[in-house]
T-cell receptor, first 112, second 112 residues
Framework: QKEVEQNSGPLSVPEGAIASLNCTYS??????FFWYRQYSGKSPELIMS????GDKEDGRFTAQLNKASQYVSLLIRDSQPSDSATYLC????????????FGTGTRLLVSP | DVKVTQSSRYLVKRTGEKVFLECVQD?????MFWYRQDPGLGLRLIYF???????EKGDIPEGYSVSREKKERFSLILESASTNQTSMYLC???????????FGSGTRLTVV
């Protein structure tokens, strides 16, 4: 079983809708979770981090963490065509060395 | 803003060549990482370093080595390039106690 799993998509949503991206992880001791956005041909950029169960909101983005069920999700409200990108879920594997393990990403397409 | 600079955006090398990929960060970060990214496989950790002259193997170190002679610079070396090392290479750095990686812009390496 992969350590971090994401549906590869593409996930297609119309402009203005809510996009919901999901991620599951296998290591129960993981404590820190991240969402990165990667545009085609570009490097990943950090958009959200979450460490505690529950929701964390930042502008149009909300990260949700459920450690009991081992999943983390990202909601994008009022989706825009500029949100079209691949979203990578990442989990800290080793808190000492701060090694991140990445999912393979979900491609999001927001149509005008 | 933290800046992580990778020396080349695109690189084409011949099979058997020794290849150097350079990464420099300007924020005095202790930890630096080299990942490669391939379609369907996501980001995979090659090597990382937590201090000058200190290095640790990641998940796929075979065929690679690294060098960290100065804190700001972390080099990835392909001792004898092979076609299966054609990939996007991403360098990242992070300060201890902070979990948000900053990525460089990436080097797309093609080995022919």
């Amino acid at each position: 079983q992969k350590e971090v799993e994401q549906n590869s998509g593409p996930l297609s949503v119309p402009e203005g809708a809510i996009a919901s991206l999901n991620c599951t992880y296998s290591d129960r001791v993981s404590q820190s979770f991240f969402w990165y956005r990667q545009y085609s041909g570009k490097s990943p950029e950090l958009i959200m981090s979450i460490y505690s169960n529950g929701d964390k909101e930042d502008g149009r983005f909300t990260a949700q963490l459920n450690k009991a069920s081992q999943y983390v999700s990202l909601l994008i409200r009022d989706s825009q065509p500029s949100d079209s990108a691949t979203y990578l879920c990442a989990v800290i594997q080793d808190t000492g060395f701060q090694k991140l393990v990445f999912g393979t990403g979900t491609r999001l397409l927001v149509s005008p | 803003d933290v800046k992580v600079t990778q020396s080349s955006r695109y690189l084409v090398k011949r099979t058997g060549e020794k290849v150097f990929l350079e990464c420099v960060q300007d924020m005095d970060h202790e930890n630096m990482f080299w990942y490669r990214q391939d379609p369907g496989l996501g980001l995979r950790l090659i090597y990382f370093s937590y201090d000058v002259k200190m290095k640790e193997k990641g998940d796929i170190p075979e065929g690679y080595s690294v060098s960290r002679e100065k804190k700001e610079r972390f080099s990835l070396i392909l001792e004898s390039a092979s076609t299966n090392q054609t990939s996007m290479y991403l360098c990242a750095s992070i300060s201890r106690g902070n979990y948000g990686y900053t990525f460089g812009s990436g080097t797309r390496l093609t080995v022919v």
